[in-house]
């Protein structure tokens, strides 16, 4: 099984609509992140965050909310999505061991394109 | 000017090839350093951390010139499967708050 798990792996929907994507990790990491990726500008943090209590905005948090439920799982919504956040988006983890030196860990991804 | 920039290539190589691509950083504080291997319309994969001293693990070495500020990998005796896009992270601790920032990704491209 994946230690970072990404659901929907793909989803369509329409101007308007809301939309959640989930992030479960087994990894036992304290740290977790949303990122997009479009092509030619690679990954764009949306949003992080380091414990269940703490969530902090990323570079490009406007249109998008979150939602830390426990340590295991790290949600994004697009209240209302607009065709523009049509992009591959990745959840990411990453351990808390008091260093910088702790790399992250990317889940498969989900493609996302809103009409 | 971007605070982490790499060329975005595509570098067309023959296999057998070393090829080596750089990636620059802008903030002096940077204190750690990554390369990921992300294939197309996958995930990246991390390929391994920079280290002060340049590391290396068997056919890529990674090195780091703090004084230029940029990283650097190696890939000698390059096979058709390294064909993928690689991404440079570097994490700076300028607010506290333990971001890694990514490039672009420079995309290596490897013939028969």
């Known amino acids: 099984d994946a230690d970072v798990t990404q659901t929907p792996r793909n989803r369509i929907t329409k101007t308007g609509k809301r939309i959640m994507l989930e992030c479960s990790q087994t990894?036992?990491?304290?740290?977790m992140y949303w990122y997009r990726q479009d092509p030619g500008l690679g990954l764009q943090l949306i949003y992080y965050?380091?414990?269940?209590?703490?969530?902090n905005k990323g570079e490009i948090s406007d249109g998008y909310s979150v939602s830390r439920q426990a340590q295991a799982k790290f949600s994004l919504s697009l209240e209302s999505a607009i065709p523009n956040q049509t992009a591959l988006y990745f959840c990411?983890?990453?351990?808390?061991?008091?260093?910088?030196?702790?790399?992250?860990?990317f889940g498969d991804g989900t493609r996302l394109s809103i009409l | 000017r971007k605070e982490v920039e790499q060329d975005p290539g595509p570098f067309n190589v023959p296999e057998g090839a070393t090829v080596a691509f750089n990636c620059t950083y802008s903030?002096?504080?940077?204190?750690?350093f990554f390369w990921y291997r992300q294939d197309c319309r996958k995930e990246p994969k991390l390929l391994m951390s920079?280290?002060?001293s340049g590391n290396e693990d068997g056919r890529f070495t990674a090195q780091l010139n703090r004084a230029s500020q940029y990283i650097s990998l190696l890939i000698r005796d390059s096979k058709l499967s390294d064909s993928a896009t690689y991404l440079c992270?570097?994490?700076?601790?300028?607010?506290?708050?333990?971001?890694?920032?990514f490039g672009s990704g420079t995309r290596l491209l490897v013939r028969p």
């Open positions: 990411a983890t990453s351990d808390l061991k008091g260093t910088l030196n702790q790399p992250q860990h």
């Open positions: 990894k036992g990491h304290d740290r």
């Open positions: 965050s380091f414990d269940v209590k703490d969530i």
């Open positions: 903030n002096s504080a940077s204190q750690s």
């Open positions: 920079v280290y002060s």
């Open positions: 992270a570097v994490n700076t601790q300028g607010d506290s708050s333990y971001k890694l920032i």
